[in-house]
């Protein structure tokens, strides 16, 4: 019962920048919930595999894709069960719909509506 809202794509240059928002919405998933459970961000683009981004664990240590290093950094504010992904020196091929999820119910095969993300060249 649980609802992810992602906010935030649009379009932008390549070399540009966007901030990614995730809200962990439902009464039911507590704070303390949400903050126990590692976060991820995925993407996934048109006829290609869902691929994970990011990943940030309930102490914050993070993980990176090795294609996002050094350009994305994701956060997190647990009091507003928020996952932020912060994408800079973007790339055309990081054009796709960015996805936020509980990286342990990935598995239930439930996600939002994700948020677009184009990158011109």
């Known amino acids: 019962q649980v609802q992810l809202v992602e906010s935030g794509g649009g379009l932008v240059q390549a070399g540009g920048s966007l901030r990614l928002s995730c809200l962990v919405s439902?009464?039911?998933?507590?704070?303390?919930?949400?903050?126990?459970?590692?976060m991820g961000w995925y993407r996934q683009a048109p006829g290609k595999q869902r691929e994970l981004v990011a990943s940030?664990?309930?102490?914050?240590?993070?993980n990176y894709a090795d294609f996002v290093k050094g350009r994305f950094t994701i956060s997190r504010d647990n009091a507003k069960k928020l996952v932020y992904l912060q994408m800079n020196s973007l790339k055309p091929e990081d054009t796709a719909v960015y996805y936020c999820?509980?990286?342990?119910?990935?598995?239930?095969?439930?996600w939002g509506q994700g948020t677009q993300v184009t990158v011109s060249s």
């Open positions: 999820n509980i990286v342990s119910r990935v598995s239930w095969g439930t």
């Open positions: 439902g009464s039911i998933f507590s704070i303390n919930a949400f903050s126990i459970n590692t």
């Open positions: 940030i664990t309930s102490d914050r240590s993070t």
